[in-house]
């Protein structure tokens, strides 16, 4: 059902554009995939839902104080003072070129209307089982509702519109992370340069792609802190056990660090009428 959905949701643009494997430019360069040690990050750029007011009150009322407790009592000071806009990601792209926002602007597909979910379940996670870092601490969407399967639908629309925009694979998803992942994930990297997103394959959309907010970001080694932080996140779905409704009226393209962390935002799209606002300057440019 879920596939037949992002099918549907998928009509009108070019099937072109929706497959698997974008045509490479001579500007991507896919060899750091299979070396031992990271790609060096240089900068990487996304598209994300920026979380309204109401959801960020909710979380620093209730979690973000004792969740920056935790972290320093681990030991844990870079992460618990870590920069970060709070987010649900789209798709991420790595490009060294300054002038890549702008192109991303200008390949934007029209996102969809503004999307009422509801984010639920704290947990943990690392980058590919077994990698040992980055690891996150995540809220997870709850996986069902119309506004979810347009969330699953745009992320096939704006992954094969915007991947071709990069210059290489995510330096997160190479070196240990790479050797970690299983055959699918290996070949979203080769293929768009980042795993966790949907793409149109053999006709049929795939359902890789997991939105939610992260909330800790850690190159730590994760079989250090799994323990405790897995406590932690057990501590707060007692505190929030169904959840809380978020209604989502934007999408950004932003400025992010190596583990995923959003530090500017740079576009901003009204989901209600496609306004595109210049955040550095509060202009507004021509809508989608």
Not at 137 to 166: F, H, I, N, Q, W
Request: proline share 7%; glycine share 6%; hydrophobic share 45%.
């Amino acid at each position: 059902m879920l596939r037949q959905i992002l099918s549907a949701c998928c009509l009108g643009f070019a099937v072109a554009a929706l497959a698997v494997g974008p045509v490479l430019s001579a500007e991507i360069d896919n060899s750091a995939i299979g070396k031992p040690e990271f790609r060096e990050h240089k900068a990487t750029y996304g598209l994300v839902y920026t979380l309204p007011k109401d959801a960020n009150d909710i979380l620093d009322a209730k979690i973000r104080g004792p969740l920056k407790a935790r972290l320093l009592d681990l030991g844990l000071k870079a992460e618990a003072e870590l920069p970060n806009i709070p987010h649900i990601t789209v798709v991420h792209i790595h490009s060294a070129d300054a002038a890549t926002p702008a192109a991303m602007l200008k390949a934007l597909p029209k996102p969809p209307a503004p999307l009422q979910i509801t984010m639920k379940k704290f947990y943990t996670t690392e980058a590919a089982k077994g990698a040992g870092r980055p690891w996150w601490l995540d809220l997870g969407v709850v996986k069902e509702g119309k506004a979810y399967d347009d969330m699953m639908a745009y992320s096939v629309t704006a992954t094969a519109a915007l991947a071709p925009l990069r210059d290489g694979p995510l330096p997160r998803v190479t070196g240990p992370v790479y050797a970690a992942m299983g055959d699918a994930a290996k070949d979203l990297v080769k293929t768009v340069g980042v795993s966790g997103v949907n793409v149109m394959k053999d006709g049929k959309a795939t359902a890789s792609h997991n939105p939610h907010n992260t909330l800790v970001y850690s190159m730590e080694p994760f079989s250090k802190f799994q323990a405790p932080m897995d406590e932690t996140a057990a501590e707060f779905n007692a505190i929030l056990p169904d959840g809380f409704p978020v209604t989502l009226k934007t999408v950004s393209i932003v400025e992010l660090q190596f583990a995923g962390n959003v530090v500017r935002e740079i576009y901003r799209v009204s989901l209600e009428d496609g306004t595109v606002t210049d955040v550095a300057t509060g202009k507004t440019l021509a809508s989608l």
